[in-house]
């Protein structure tokens, strides 16, 4: 064999590698594609009781309020005070505990919520 015709073969070989790897690469994307399709629709039938649903978010929050991390804290306080003051208020008295944390963020991150949905929970909290 030749030095071009070694270089030819060689590129033949690059190509066809090249061209099996793209249609890999395609096969791949595409069962991501279907399993990504097949998990949504999975999870579009599961039925959840909104009343069953509410009391374990309700227990999350609450638990996290009481025992996660600052940050976790942080996060569920920011996400609580989007809340409608009605929607809010099985949180109230695990805010006010956070009115005590430890991390004085939290604390402040509380009063502010405790202030914007139940501003009589701050005042029953320091005992006015």
Known sequence: MTKDSKGGFLRATFRALR??????GLLIVASVIAASIYVREAIS???IEPKALAA??????????REGEPEQKLEVIESLKELAA???APFVPALTDATKDDDPRV???????LGRIAPNAIE????K
């Not at 029953?124 to 005992?127: I, M, P, R, S």
């Open 124 to 127: 029953e909290g320091n005992g």
């Open 86 to 88: 009605a929607d809010a």
């Open 107 to 113: 604390r402040q991150a509380a009063i502010k919520v």
């Open 19 to 24: 061209a099996v790897l793209i249609v890999a």
């Open 45 to 47: 039938r599961i039925e």
């Open 56 to 65: 374990f978010l309700s227990d999350a929050v609450v638990s996290t309020l």
